[in-house]
């Protein structure tokens, strides 16, 4: 058996504790200290990035350009550089970018991937020796076409759209009814730069939704009412003059994870994400900034359907990780004081990486 020791995150906070494991399985968890462990901090599960766009990595920021004129579809800035990138540039950028999430303490990441059915196996093609891909692509297009969509169906786990504005009404109504009627996932960007007809968004039953940071108080409702969970990046969202409503979101009861978006304006690193979210919490006036780790953690898995605790249990599979302490309070040591070099060991099934920095 082997240990690690310090504050243990459960659902009721953290306790000073240790975690005991063995062949890729949690055996102990416990109050106390042990003899001897592999490293001491503070021990979490694992992160998840709940939205991200790699391989926009190779492209070359412009600083003079709008938000729409960077990123819209089908002609700005990335949509031109991707499509005159080599794929073995995308594919060994995504890759590097997966290994630096992992030792980073993040798991798993919520792809948007452009491309069609080519760039969805690029992303496919870096496999899970890191952080693992969960792929939500996207027609070549802006329509619906069904030949293509099966095919790109059959790669990922789900679809992930540009804004409803992007598209006509019908198509994008049709595709996102035909995704779930194959048993996918289907998620769109939504009120990033303006704000958008929420009826018609919630009508295709997305299974989250991208940014809302124009959202209104009404719409912000309506998703917590229907359960419709949001994806926040502030960092981003911060970088083109937005500012994410989270505590009107977190107020109005909506279930709010954690991305990083967009590779060429940040870095998918989601400690430094979650160190962003807690001061707009505090900007925002919440004093209570605990549910920053939710969004990192556990509302990330809720929309992936995968474990919903926040805790290390007994005989669970290995996914913690153990991030250096600053012997101060363990929550507001891990949302504003914790640094991308901070995680000392991740432990991911049998899997253990010792991070020496």
């Not at 295709?204 to 994806?231: N, Q, R, W, Y």
Request: aromatic share 6%; net charge negative.
């Amino acid at each position: 058996m082997q240990y690690v020791s310090g504050s243990v995150l459960t659902d009721l906070g953290f306790i000073e504790g240790y975690v005991g494991f063995e062949e890729g399985m949690v055996r102990e968890v416990g109050k106390g200290r042990v003899s001897s462990s592999l490293a001491e901090g503070l021990i979490l599960p694992t992160l998840v990035n709940s939205h991200t766009h790699l391989a926009d990595y190779v492209v070359p920021l412009d600083l003079t350009l709008s938000l729409e004129e960077t990123v819209a579809p089908p002609k700005g800035l990335k949509h031109r550089v991707l499509a005159t990138t080599s794929s073995k540039a995308i594919v060994d950028s995504m890759t590097t970018l997966s290994r630096y999430m992992l030792e980073r303490g993040t798991s798993k990441f919520i792809d948007f991937r452009e491309g069609g059915i080519q760039g969805a196996r690029q992303l496919l093609s870096i496999g899970d020796n890191w952080s693992r891909p969960v792929i939500f692509g996207r027609p070549m297009g802006l329509d619906f076409r069904k030949a293509e969509l099966n095919d790109l169906l059959k790669v990922v786990d789900g679809i992930g759209l540009s804004s409803a504005t992007d598209w006509d009404a019908g198509a994008i109504a049709d595709l996102a009814a035909y995704v779930r009627s194959k048993g996918k996932m289907f998620a769109i960007h939504a009120s990033e730069r303006v704000r958008e007809d929420l009826d018609q968004i919630l009508d295709m039953k997305p299974s989250f939704l991208v940014h809302m940071t124009m959202a209104t108080d009404d719409d912000l409702a309506i998703c917590a009412e229907e359960g419709v969970p949001i994806v926040v990046c502030p960092r981003s969202n911060l970088f083109f003059g937005k500012m994410p409503p989270i505590r009107d979101m977190i107020e109005a009861g909506a279930m709010v994870a954690l991305g990083t978006d967009n590779a060429m304006i940040s870095q998918p690193d989601m400690l430094t994400e979650l160190e962003y979210a807690g001061r707009v919490l505090r900007y925002q006036g919440m004093e209570d900034i605990r549910c920053a780790i939710d969004m990192a953690i556990k509302n990330g898995r809720k929309i992936l359907n995968r474990n919903v605790t926040i805790a290390i249990e007994p005989d669970s599979p290995c996914d913690f990780m153990v991030v250096g302490s600053k012997k101060g309070n363990p929550i507001t040591d891990l949302v504003l004081r914790s640094q991308a070099d901070d995680p000392k060991l991740i432990c991911i099934g049998k899997k253990v990486w010792r991070v020496n920095r």
